[in-house]
């Protein structure tokens, strides 16, 4: 180590013939301003600054100006762009060594820093937004409802006009229909064609247009009948959806139903739940009180290992975790298990309560697992099912089982074209009925 100290009148002079004698790589162990010279009493001294620096001739590597800023730039560059770098630092004194060089570089790279800094915050806002794609969709999606909407209106204005001709209780059946949501257009056609049907003078007869009105709208819905039943062989069933809609109340439901009509059926549940410790926990529940055993899949491996224990079981119950829009590897996985050896039949559960669009929207996501059949939980917390209605009769897919409260077993019953018009009136069903009657036995 080569030791040596330098006097110069300024500090920079100092570190300018400390870099020229001594190199870059020299380290500054001290400075201090002195008074040098000054004769008598120290009246002619002159104050001057003393920097000792220090080299490591052993370690010194010569290396080219351009490199070292290029170095400097990239060390800079990694500190800005690590993603726990912490929010611009407030500046430090330079450390003794090298701090004139540095604080040159770092002048020098003001602008570009700043720059940097932008960059780095768009690079970090298109990062999130590849990440989120939800953040650029969710605007756009309500951007489109708003536009639904309002698309809905002008049509429902226009459907208003078409029906203004028509005679008294056709219009007020097609107001009712509206005001549960069914859609105007749907609402329409089936007015229009009721009246075709049974002409001018046959839509008079208030009983006759509303029976007619509901067989109509029984025959443009679709149910599955009784999905668990002891008539069958095998069956494995699994329930797919939402975060939140019901599936593992649901499974709970169909696996106390599955007791109820067979005591001795070997029913199993099978949950693909491990996302949540609380999840496993609660089937665990339902299953020892319903004295049935609970096989925990964590893998798909784990999955074909449990069919295999059980191959003499008699009903499958698989229960699902809550799948977001954006979880592509949960819906792969869901994919896997029905491309297996074993017929694996997929119910989506959709709660009443969710938005038609996104009821819709869901649909439209499961459908590559693919969807069997559908069931619908939370009917209890709605009063219009209109919207319901649009959805069961776009899609066309059957209904297997209506939930309509938390209990278990109790409330859970199974889908009849019947009950889902009910649903779709509403409020406004038990009115109709009462005016129309008998209407194939619903009224309770
Ligand atoms: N009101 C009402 N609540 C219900 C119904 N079915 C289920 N729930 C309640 O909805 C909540 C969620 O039910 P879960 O069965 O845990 O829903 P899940 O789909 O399994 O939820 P994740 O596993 O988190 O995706 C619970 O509080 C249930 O009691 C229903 O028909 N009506
Ligand atoms: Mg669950």
Request: charged content about 25%; proline content about 5%.
């Amino acid at each position: 180590m080569k030791l040596k100290r330098f006097e110069a009148l300024s500090l920079q002079e100092a570190l300018q013939s400390v870099k020229a004698e001594l190199g870059p790589e020299a380290v500054i162990v001290s400075s201090r301003r002195i008074q040098k010279g000054g004769g008598l009493f120290g009246l002619l001294s002159q104050s001057v600054v003393e920097v000792t620096a220090a080299v490591d001739r052993a370690s010194q590597v010569e290396e080219a100006p351009v490199a070292r800023v290029e170095r400097s730039l990239q060390s800079l560059m990694a500190k800005r762009f690590a993603p726990e770098a912490p929010v611009r630092q407030p500046v430090q004194p330079a450390p003794d060594h090298k701090f004139s060089e540095a604080l040159q570089v770092a002048t020098a790279l003001d602008p570009v820093t700043q720059h940097l800094d932008e960059m780095r915050r768009e690079i970090q806002r298109l990062r999130e937004e590849q990440q989120d794609p939800e953040r650029v969709l969710g605007p756009l999606r309500q951007e489109l409802e708003g536009l639904r909407i309002v698309v809905g209106e002008v049509l429902g204005s226009q459907m208003d006009k078409r029906v203004e001709g028509l005679p008294g209780d056709v219009m007020e059946v097609y107001q009712s229909l509206v005001i549960q949501g069914v859609n105007p257009q749907t609402a329409h056609h089936l007015v229009r064609g009721v009246v075709e049907t049974l002409g001018t003078a046959g839509v008079g007869n208030r009983e006759a247009l509303k029976s007619l009105l509901w067989e109509r709208m029984e025959e443009s819905v679709a149910v599955s009948g009784q999905a668990v039943s002891k008539h069958y062989g095998q069956k494995v069933m699994m329930l797919v959806g939402p975060t939140g809609v019901g599936k593992t109340t649901t499974i709970a439901k169909l696996a106390g139903l599955a007791r109820q009509q067979d005591e001795h059926r070997r029913t199993v549940l099978v949950t693909l739940d491990t996302y949540r410790v609380a999840a496993v926990e609660q089937l665990r529940v339902f299953a020892k009180i319903l004295k049935i055993p609970l096989e925990v899949a964590v893998s798909h491996k784990d999955f074909l290992e449990c069919l295999g224990r059980h191959q003499n079981a008699d009903l499958l119950l698989i229960d699902t975790a809550g799948r977001s829009p954006k979880d592509q590897a949960g819906y792969d996985e869901l994919l896997a298990i029905t491309r297996g050896q074993v017929q694996v039949e997929t119910h989506l559960v959709l709660a009443a309560p969710m938005a038609e669009s996104v009821q819709m929207d869901t649909i439209r996501r499961y459908q590559s697992v693919p969807i069997h059949k559908l069931m619908i939980t939370k009917l209890d917390e709605v009063s219009m099912g209109g919207s319901l209605y649009n959805v069961l009769a776009q899609t066309g897919l059957p209904v297997s089982y209506l939930s309509a409260g938390q209990r278990v077993p109790e409330d859970l019953e199974m889908a009849t074209r019947a009950r889902l018009v009910e649903l779709a009136w509403g409020q406004a069903s038990r009115q109709v009925l009462q005016e129309c009657v008998p209407l194939n036995g619903v009224v309770h």
